[in-house]
């Protein structure tokens, strides 16, 4: 499809106290069922790391990051340079749930745009996001900048926007953004629980149009 994937994967960890390469879910890396799952849709894969060894095993380009600093849009920098590709698809090591219809989906939007980015709930949604090898020049100027925001720079890029309305039928069975933070996260993943929220189907109303769709609402205990 001329199409890579970038999984980011050099973040700090700090709230999960452990590097997120190792988060285990059903006794697997759950980086390297990521790389299993998107094998079926995408020749190349690239992990931007500072782990390479803990890729060795599998068919994936594992690459460090280029420019100095800890900010996410330094890590697609260095995948859209080693990519092949002209349009790349990006995911971060954290994110359990991994949609491909949706990225399906992504890939009949591409036309000449720099990133292709959900917003959902009026929040930009920088990964699960198809970003143009093009904005190189423009990464590298931001953090010339100092500008390291990833909404920042979606903001600033010529993108794409897939609607709420668009994205909802995607969300009904799994929650493609969430990502896990810490190990009680990690422990309701592991577990297939889902305590911290329950789902309901709920009308929603968007520029004057209404639309069923399941949503989820944080669960309430009293203490």
Do not use: W
């Not at 992504?106 to 198809?130: C, G, M, R, S, W």
């Not at 996260?185 to 109303?205: A, H, M, P, S, W």
Request: hydrophobic fraction near 35%.
């Amino acid at each position: 499809m001329n199409i890579s994937a970038i999984i980011l994967a050099g973040g700090k960890s700090s709230r999960m106290k452990y590097n997120k390469e190792l988060i285990k879910v059903d006794n697997e890396f759950l980086v390297h069922k990521q790389i299993k799952k998107l094998q079926k849709i995408f020749d190349e894969i690239i992990v931007v790391t500072t782990n390479p060894n803990h890729y060795k095993d599998l068919d994936v380009l594992a690459v460090n990051d280029i420019l100095d600093g800890h900010s996410p849009i330094i890590g697609l920098h260095s995948g859209l340079i080693n990519s092949s590709n002209e349009y790349n698809y990006c995911l971060a090591c954290d994110m359990p749930y991994i949609n491909t219809e949706f990225i399906q989906y992504l890939i009949t939007k591409l036309d000449n745009h720099d990133a292709y980015v959900t917003q959902y709930h009026n929040f930009v949604e920088p990964f699960n996001a198809i970003y143009n090898k093009s904005i190189v020049p423009k990464i590298e100027q931001l953090i010339k900048n100092e500008e390291y925001g990833f909404q920042n720079m979606v903001r600033k890029l010529n993108t794409f926007y897939i609607s709420e309305k668009e994205v909802a039928p995607y969300l009904e069975d799994i929650d493609m953004f969430k990502n896990i933070n810490n190990e009680e996260e990690l422990f309701n993943i592991d577990k297939n629980r889902t305590i911290e929220y329950r789902k309901y189907q709920v009308e929603k109303i968007i520029d004057n149009e209404s639309f069923i769709i399941g949503d989820k609402v944080i669960t309430e205990y009293p203490l």
